[in-house]
Protein backbone atom coordinates (compact mmCIF):
# COMPACT_ATOMS: atom_id res chain seq x y z
CA UNK A 1 0.00 0.00 0.00
CA UNK A 2 2.74 2.49 0.35
CA UNK A 3 3.63 2.63 -3.33
CA UNK A 4 -0.37 3.14 -4.38
CA UNK A 5 1.06 7.08 -4.98
CA UNK A 6 3.02 5.63 -7.35
CA UNK A 7 1.19 2.92 -8.89
CA UNK A 8 -1.72 5.62 -9.54
CA UNK A 9 0.29 8.71 -10.90
CA UNK A 10 1.41 5.91 -13.46
CA UNK A 11 -2.31 5.08 -14.29
CA UNK A 12 -3.00 9.19 -14.59
CA UNK A 13 -0.13 10.00 -17.15
CA UNK A 14 -2.17 8.60 -19.71
CA UNK A 15 -5.42 9.53 -18.76
CA UNK A 16 -7.40 9.27 -22.19
CA UNK A 17 -5.95 5.60 -22.70
CA UNK A 18 -6.93 4.70 -19.05
CA UNK A 19 -10.06 5.99 -19.06
CA UNK A 20 -11.10 3.89 -22.19
CA UNK A 21 -9.33 0.83 -20.58
CA UNK A 22 -11.57 1.36 -17.55
CA UNK A 23 -14.60 1.54 -19.76
CA UNK A 24 -14.39 -1.55 -21.98
CA UNK A 25 -13.82 -3.29 -18.37
CA UNK A 26 -16.55 -1.81 -17.15
CA UNK A 27 -19.22 -2.74 -19.99
CA UNK A 28 -17.67 -6.67 -20.32
CA UNK A 29 -18.61 -6.60 -16.15
CA UNK A 30 -21.61 -4.98 -16.67
CA UNK A 31 -22.31 -7.12 -19.66
CA UNK A 32 -20.94 -10.35 -17.36
CA UNK A 33 -23.66 -9.49 -14.62
CA UNK A 34 -26.73 -9.79 -16.56
CA UNK A 35 -25.58 -12.82 -18.98
CA UNK A 36 -25.58 -13.88 -15.06
CA UNK A 37 -28.60 -12.77 -14.71
CA UNK A 38 -30.39 -13.90 -17.97
CA UNK A 39 -29.29 -17.49 -17.11
CA UNK A 40 -30.92 -17.63 -13.73
CA UNK A 41 -34.11 -16.07 -15.65
CA UNK A 42 -34.35 -19.02 -18.35
CA UNK A 43 -33.07 -21.79 -15.88
CA UNK A 44 -35.44 -20.52 -13.27
CA UNK A 45 -36.90 -22.89 -11.02
CA UNK A 46 -34.69 -26.03 -11.47
CA UNK A 47 -32.28 -24.82 -8.41
CA UNK A 48 -34.99 -24.21 -6.01
CA UNK A 49 -37.06 -27.47 -7.34
CA UNK A 50 -37.71 -30.16 -4.81
CA UNK A 51 -35.58 -33.09 -4.28
CA UNK A 52 -38.66 -34.91 -3.50
CA UNK A 53 -40.88 -33.51 -5.88
CA UNK A 54 -41.96 -35.66 -8.91
CA UNK A 55 -43.76 -33.92 -12.28
CA UNK A 56 -46.45 -36.38 -13.63
CA UNK A 57 -47.52 -35.37 -17.46
CA UNK A 58 -49.62 -36.99 -20.23
CA UNK A 59 -46.67 -39.25 -21.92
CA UNK A 60 -47.61 -37.99 -25.52
CA UNK A 61 -47.42 -34.05 -24.39
CA UNK A 62 -48.16 -31.79 -21.42
CA UNK A 63 -50.84 -30.58 -22.89
CA UNK A 64 -52.72 -33.65 -22.69
CA UNK A 65 -54.95 -34.13 -20.19
CA UNK A 66 -55.06 -36.59 -17.44
CA UNK A 67 -58.52 -37.80 -14.57
CA UNK A 68 -58.29 -35.80 -11.38
CA UNK A 69 -59.01 -39.78 -10.34
CA UNK A 70 -55.37 -40.58 -10.45
CA UNK A 71 -54.75 -38.55 -7.39
CA UNK A 72 -56.13 -40.65 -5.15
CA UNK A 73 -54.07 -43.81 -7.48
CA UNK A 74 -51.42 -42.14 -7.06
CA UNK A 75 -51.17 -41.70 -3.40
CA UNK A 76 -52.04 -45.69 -2.94
CA UNK A 77 -48.15 -46.05 -5.00
CA UNK A 78 -45.96 -47.22 -1.69
CA UNK A 79 -43.12 -44.03 -1.53
CA UNK A 80 -45.91 -41.64 -2.02
CA UNK A 81 -46.64 -38.81 0.36
CA UNK A 82 -48.50 -36.47 -1.81
CA UNK A 83 -50.02 -35.48 -4.82
CA UNK A 84 -51.34 -32.55 -6.34
CA UNK A 85 -52.75 -31.65 -9.54
CA UNK A 86 -52.85 -28.56 -11.45
CA UNK A 87 -54.05 -27.18 -15.02
CA UNK A 88 -52.65 -24.46 -17.68
CA UNK A 89 -55.49 -22.17 -17.41
CA UNK A 90 -54.37 -19.28 -20.20
CA UNK A 91 -56.58 -16.01 -20.42
CA UNK A 92 -55.89 -12.99 -20.75
CA UNK A 93 -55.77 -10.10 -18.00
CA UNK A 94 -56.60 -6.68 -19.82
CA UNK A 95 -54.17 -7.55 -22.76
CA UNK A 96 -52.67 -9.97 -24.34
CA UNK A 97 -49.15 -8.73 -23.42
CA UNK A 98 -49.65 -8.95 -19.67
CA UNK A 99 -48.24 -12.52 -19.62
CA UNK A 100 -48.23 -14.58 -16.49
CA UNK A 101 -48.89 -18.56 -15.04
CA UNK A 102 -52.73 -18.93 -13.95
CA UNK A 103 -53.71 -22.20 -12.61
CA UNK A 104 -56.37 -23.67 -10.48
CA UNK A 105 -55.25 -26.04 -7.84
CA UNK A 106 -56.62 -27.20 -4.56
CA UNK A 107 -55.76 -24.55 -2.07
CA UNK A 108 -54.39 -27.11 1.04
CA UNK A 109 -52.70 -29.65 -0.45
CA UNK A 110 -50.88 -27.08 -2.86
CA UNK A 111 -49.31 -25.15 0.00
CA UNK A 112 -48.30 -28.32 1.60
CA UNK A 113 -46.77 -29.43 -1.50
CA UNK A 114 -45.23 -26.19 -1.86
CA UNK A 115 -44.02 -25.11 1.70
CA UNK A 116 -41.62 -22.47 -0.23
CA UNK A 117 -44.39 -20.41 -0.54
CA UNK A 118 -45.17 -18.68 1.85
CA UNK A 119 -48.65 -17.37 2.67
CA UNK A 120 -49.53 -16.17 6.13
CA UNK A 121 -52.46 -18.01 7.94
CA UNK A 122 -55.58 -15.76 7.73
CA UNK A 123 -54.64 -15.36 4.30
CA UNK A 124 -54.94 -19.31 4.03
CA UNK A 125 -57.93 -19.72 5.50
CA UNK A 126 -58.93 -16.99 3.51
CA UNK A 127 -58.56 -18.96 0.35
CA UNK A 128 -59.85 -22.14 1.42
CA UNK A 129 -63.58 -19.97 2.76
CA UNK A 130 -64.00 -18.30 -0.60
CA UNK A 131 -64.62 -20.28 -3.56
CA UNK A 132 -63.66 -17.31 -5.77
CA UNK A 133 -60.70 -16.70 -4.36
CA UNK A 134 -56.90 -15.65 -5.30
CA UNK A 135 -53.35 -15.54 -4.47
CA UNK A 136 -50.67 -14.09 -6.35
CA UNK A 137 -46.98 -14.06 -5.92
CA UNK A 138 -45.79 -10.54 -4.53
CA UNK A 139 -43.58 -9.53 -7.90
CA UNK A 140 -46.85 -10.66 -9.95
CA UNK A 141 -49.10 -8.18 -7.38
CA UNK A 142 -46.61 -5.59 -7.47
CA UNK A 143 -46.72 -5.62 -11.13
CA UNK A 144 -50.06 -4.90 -11.36
CA UNK A 145 -50.64 -2.65 -8.29
CA UNK A 146 -53.07 -5.37 -6.71
CA UNK A 147 -54.40 -5.57 -3.38
CA UNK A 148 -55.94 -8.01 -0.37
CA UNK A 149 -59.81 -7.49 -2.02
CA UNK A 150 -59.17 -6.62 -5.51
CA UNK A 151 -61.15 -8.50 -8.00
CA UNK A 152 -59.26 -9.65 -10.70
CA UNK A 153 -61.33 -10.43 -14.34
CA UNK A 154 -59.47 -12.84 -16.90
CA UNK A 155 -61.00 -13.56 -20.09
CA UNK A 156 -61.16 -16.49 -21.39
CA UNK A 157 -59.24 -18.29 -24.45
CA UNK A 158 -59.13 -22.12 -23.82
CA UNK A 159 -61.49 -22.64 -20.97
CA UNK A 160 -64.80 -20.72 -21.66
CA UNK A 161 -67.55 -20.53 -18.81
CA UNK A 162 -70.40 -22.50 -19.16
CA UNK A 163 -72.46 -18.81 -18.72
CA UNK A 164 -70.12 -17.30 -21.23
CA UNK A 165 -68.92 -14.80 -19.23
CA UNK A 166 -65.54 -13.61 -17.74
CA UNK A 167 -63.66 -15.45 -15.14
CA UNK A 168 -63.57 -13.30 -11.63
CA UNK A 169 -61.45 -13.68 -8.77
CA UNK A 170 -61.18 -11.94 -5.22
CA UNK A 171 -57.57 -11.53 -4.71
CA UNK A 172 -57.29 -13.23 -0.90
CA UNK A 173 -53.56 -13.44 -0.76
CA UNK A 174 -50.30 -12.43 -1.57
CA UNK A 175 -47.50 -15.06 -1.21
CA UNK A 176 -43.46 -14.40 -1.18
CA UNK A 177 -41.23 -16.79 -1.53
CA UNK A 178 -38.76 -18.43 0.79
CA UNK A 179 -35.99 -18.51 -1.17
CA UNK A 180 -34.59 -15.51 -3.59
CA UNK A 181 -35.15 -17.90 -6.51
CA UNK A 182 -38.60 -18.53 -5.85
CA UNK A 183 -41.27 -18.11 -8.65
CA UNK A 184 -42.87 -15.45 -7.57
CA UNK A 185 -45.03 -14.05 -10.53
CA UNK A 186 -48.15 -16.98 -10.48
CA UNK A 187 -51.51 -16.62 -10.26
CA UNK A 188 -53.51 -19.99 -8.59
CA UNK A 189 -56.96 -20.01 -7.75
CA UNK A 190 -59.73 -22.73 -6.52
CA UNK A 191 -59.81 -25.70 -8.74
CA UNK A 192 -63.19 -26.85 -7.62
CA UNK A 193 -64.76 -23.38 -8.76
CA UNK A 194 -62.58 -24.12 -11.91
CA UNK A 195 -64.21 -27.35 -12.70
CA UNK A 196 -67.86 -26.79 -11.77
CA UNK A 197 -67.79 -23.36 -13.86
CA UNK A 198 -65.68 -24.51 -16.80
CA UNK A 199 -67.73 -24.97 -20.13
CA UNK A 200 -65.95 -28.72 -20.96
CA UNK A 201 -63.29 -30.83 -19.54
CA UNK A 202 -65.36 -31.73 -16.42
CA UNK A 203 -63.05 -34.00 -14.04
CA UNK A 204 -59.61 -33.55 -16.00
CA UNK A 205 -56.62 -31.61 -14.75
CA UNK A 206 -53.18 -31.05 -16.43
CA UNK A 207 -50.80 -32.83 -14.78
CA UNK A 208 -49.71 -33.67 -10.87
CA UNK A 209 -47.10 -32.94 -8.77
CA UNK A 210 -45.78 -35.95 -6.50
CA UNK A 211 -44.29 -35.91 -3.07
CA UNK A 212 -41.95 -38.70 -2.75
CA UNK A 213 -40.94 -39.83 1.03
CA UNK A 214 -37.48 -40.28 0.58
CA UNK A 215 -35.92 -38.41 -2.28
CA UNK A 216 -33.14 -41.59 -2.79
CA UNK A 217 -35.98 -43.99 -4.01
CA UNK A 218 -38.02 -41.06 -6.54
CA UNK A 219 -36.25 -43.07 -9.79
CA UNK A 220 -38.32 -46.03 -8.38
CA UNK A 221 -41.41 -44.14 -7.45
CA UNK A 222 -41.32 -42.53 -10.68
CA UNK A 223 -40.94 -46.07 -12.59
CA UNK A 224 -44.09 -47.08 -10.52
CA UNK A 225 -46.21 -44.29 -11.34
CA UNK A 226 -45.70 -44.78 -14.79
CA UNK A 227 -46.11 -49.08 -14.61
CA UNK A 228 -49.54 -47.97 -12.84
CA UNK A 229 -51.13 -46.00 -15.62
CA UNK A 230 -49.11 -48.33 -18.57
CA UNK A 231 -51.58 -49.36 -21.39
CA UNK A 232 -54.76 -47.29 -19.94
CA UNK A 233 -56.51 -44.71 -22.15
CA UNK A 234 -53.91 -41.95 -20.29
CA UNK A 235 -50.66 -43.21 -19.88
CA UNK A 236 -48.18 -41.12 -17.63
CA UNK A 237 -44.92 -39.75 -17.99
CA UNK A 238 -42.84 -39.08 -14.70
CA UNK A 239 -39.57 -36.99 -14.23
CA UNK A 240 -37.85 -35.52 -11.55
CA UNK A 241 -39.18 -31.84 -10.80
CA UNK A 242 -35.82 -30.04 -11.54
CA UNK A 243 -35.36 -32.71 -15.05
CA UNK A 244 -38.76 -31.43 -16.00
CA UNK A 245 -37.83 -27.56 -15.48
CA UNK A 246 -34.36 -27.91 -17.39
CA UNK A 247 -35.89 -30.06 -20.52
CA UNK A 248 -38.47 -26.97 -20.82
CA UNK A 249 -35.89 -24.28 -20.42
CA UNK A 250 -33.92 -26.28 -23.13
CA UNK A 251 -36.26 -25.76 -25.44
CA UNK A 252 -34.86 -22.47 -26.17
CA UNK A 253 -31.31 -24.23 -26.77
CA UNK A 254 -28.12 -24.65 -24.50
CA UNK A 255 -28.47 -21.08 -22.65
CA UNK A 256 -25.72 -21.97 -20.49
CA UNK A 257 -22.99 -23.06 -23.11
CA UNK A 258 -24.14 -19.83 -25.36
CA UNK A 259 -23.72 -17.34 -22.81
CA UNK A 260 -20.50 -19.06 -21.72
CA UNK A 261 -19.58 -18.66 -25.50
CA UNK A 262 -20.19 -14.88 -25.28
CA UNK A 263 -18.62 -14.30 -22.01
CA UNK A 264 -15.45 -16.42 -23.40
CA UNK A 265 -15.02 -13.99 -26.32
CA UNK A 266 -15.76 -10.92 -24.45
CA UNK A 267 -13.10 -11.28 -21.92
CA UNK A 268 -10.65 -12.75 -24.43
CA UNK A 269 -11.07 -9.11 -26.38
CA UNK A 270 -10.92 -7.32 -22.87
CA UNK A 271 -7.94 -9.39 -22.19
CA UNK A 272 -5.75 -8.36 -25.40
CA UNK A 273 -7.22 -4.58 -24.13
CA UNK A 274 -5.78 -4.56 -20.99
CA UNK A 275 -2.77 -6.26 -21.67
CA UNK A 276 -1.90 -4.29 -25.05
CA UNK A 277 -2.76 -0.93 -22.59
CA UNK A 278 0.09 -2.27 -20.13
CA UNK A 279 2.55 -3.34 -22.64
CA UNK A 280 2.58 0.49 -23.83
CA UNK A 281 2.61 1.63 -20.12
CA UNK A 282 5.84 -0.63 -19.72
CA UNK A 283 7.71 0.38 -23.30
CA UNK A 284 6.96 4.11 -22.40
CA UNK A 285 8.91 4.16 -18.88
CA UNK A 286 11.77 2.00 -19.73
CA UNK A 287 14.43 4.47 -17.89
CA UNK A 288 12.01 5.09 -15.30
CA UNK A 289 11.81 1.45 -14.47
CA UNK A 290 15.74 1.13 -14.92
CA UNK A 291 15.95 4.21 -13.06
CA UNK A 292 13.80 2.93 -9.91
CA UNK A 293 16.26 -0.62 -10.34
CA UNK A 294 19.32 1.62 -9.93
CA UNK A 295 18.02 3.82 -6.58
CA UNK A 296 17.27 0.15 -4.88
CA UNK A 297 14.18 -1.54 -6.12
CA UNK A 298 14.97 -5.28 -7.12
CA UNK A 299 13.76 -7.36 -9.83
CA UNK A 300 10.58 -8.54 -8.06
CA UNK A 301 9.72 -4.90 -6.35
CA UNK A 302 9.53 -3.74 -10.26
CA UNK A 303 7.55 -6.99 -11.31
CA UNK A 304 5.18 -6.14 -8.08
CA UNK A 305 5.02 -2.88 -9.07
CA UNK A 306 3.59 -3.21 -12.75
CA UNK A 307 1.23 -5.91 -10.98
CA UNK A 308 -0.35 -3.92 -9.20
CA UNK A 309 -0.43 -1.14 -11.91
CA UNK A 310 -2.33 -3.85 -14.14
CA UNK A 311 -4.55 -5.18 -10.87
CA UNK A 312 -5.71 -1.44 -10.00
CA UNK A 313 -6.41 -0.93 -13.47
CA UNK A 314 -8.62 -3.98 -13.42
CA UNK A 315 -10.27 -3.69 -10.44
CA UNK A 316 -11.19 0.23 -11.20
CA UNK A 317 -13.54 -1.21 -14.16
CA UNK A 318 -14.18 -4.56 -13.20
CA UNK A 319 -15.78 -3.78 -9.76
CA UNK A 320 -17.67 -0.21 -11.16
CA UNK A 321 -19.22 -2.76 -13.72
CA UNK A 322 -20.57 -5.13 -11.28
CA UNK A 323 -21.54 -2.72 -9.18
CA UNK A 324 -23.48 -1.12 -11.59
CA UNK A 325 -24.73 -4.22 -12.84
CA UNK A 326 -25.86 -5.59 -9.54
CA UNK A 327 -27.69 -2.23 -9.17
CA UNK A 328 -29.31 -2.70 -12.47
CA UNK A 329 -30.58 -6.42 -11.56
CA UNK A 330 -31.58 -5.70 -8.73
CA UNK A 331 -34.74 -3.91 -10.04
CA UNK A 332 -36.14 -7.12 -10.81
CA UNK A 333 -37.54 -7.97 -14.49
CA UNK A 334 -36.62 -5.40 -16.86
CA UNK A 335 -39.22 -7.04 -19.88
CA UNK A 336 -42.75 -6.23 -17.75
CA UNK A 337 -42.68 -10.73 -17.07
CA UNK A 338 -40.95 -12.09 -19.52
CA UNK A 339 -38.28 -13.04 -17.09
CA UNK A 340 -40.20 -14.53 -13.89
CA UNK A 341 -37.00 -14.52 -11.91
CA UNK A 342 -33.87 -11.89 -12.86
CA UNK A 343 -31.51 -11.18 -10.47
CA UNK A 344 -27.20 -11.64 -10.27
CA UNK A 345 -26.60 -14.36 -8.20
CA UNK A 346 -24.34 -14.12 -5.22
CA UNK A 347 -21.70 -16.51 -6.27
CA UNK A 348 -21.71 -14.87 -9.84
CA UNK A 349 -20.84 -11.95 -8.39
CA UNK A 350 -18.07 -13.58 -6.65
CA UNK A 351 -16.93 -15.33 -9.79
CA UNK A 352 -16.92 -11.83 -11.34
CA UNK A 353 -14.28 -10.45 -8.39
CA UNK A 354 -12.32 -13.54 -9.05
CA UNK A 355 -12.08 -12.61 -12.70
CA UNK A 356 -11.21 -9.36 -12.11
CA UNK A 357 -8.19 -10.02 -10.47
CA UNK A 358 -7.58 -13.10 -12.59
CA UNK A 359 -7.57 -10.02 -15.50
CA UNK A 360 -5.48 -8.02 -13.94
CA UNK A 361 -3.00 -10.55 -12.97
CA UNK A 362 -2.95 -12.01 -16.59
CA UNK A 363 -3.41 -8.78 -18.68
CA UNK A 364 -0.12 -7.43 -16.66
CA UNK A 365 2.03 -10.36 -16.26
CA UNK A 366 4.20 -10.34 -19.76
CA UNK A 367 4.92 -7.01 -19.45
CA UNK A 368 6.06 -7.38 -15.79
CA UNK A 369 8.27 -10.04 -16.69
CA UNK A 370 9.75 -7.77 -19.39
CA UNK A 371 10.10 -4.79 -16.82
CA UNK A 372 11.73 -7.23 -14.33
CA UNK A 373 14.45 -8.69 -16.83
CA UNK A 374 15.38 -5.23 -17.83
CA UNK A 375 18.86 -4.59 -17.72
CA UNK A 376 19.55 -0.99 -15.75
CA UNK A 377 22.39 -0.36 -17.96
CA UNK A 378 20.89 -1.05 -21.54
CA UNK A 379 17.65 0.47 -20.68
CA UNK A 380 19.32 3.78 -19.39
CA UNK A 381 21.31 3.66 -23.07
CA UNK A 382 17.84 4.18 -24.69
Known sequence: MKFFTLVWSNLKRKKLRTALTVLSILVAFVLFGFLAALRVAFSAGVEVAGLDRLFVRHK????????ESYKQDMERIPGVDLAVFATWFGGTYQKPANF???MPVDPE????MFPEYILPEEEQAAWVANRIGAIAG???????GWKIGDRIPLEPDIWMRKDGKAWEFELVGIYDGAEKGTDTTQFFFRHDYFDEARRWGEGSVGFYWVRVDDPERAAEVAAAIDAEFAN???ETKT?????????FANQVGNTG????????AVFFTILLVAGNTMAQSVRERIQELAVLKAVGFTDRGVLALVLAESCLLAMVGGFLGLAVAWAITSQGDPTGGMLQVFYFPTRDLVAGIVLVLLLGLVAGLLPAI??????????LRR
Open 60 to 67: VSIIQFLP
Open 100 to 102: FAR
Open 109 to 112: PFLD
Open 138 to 144: RALAERF
Open 232 to 234: SRY
Open 239 to 247: EPEGAFVQG
Open 257 to 264: LMLMSIMG
Open 370 to 379: RAQRLAIADA
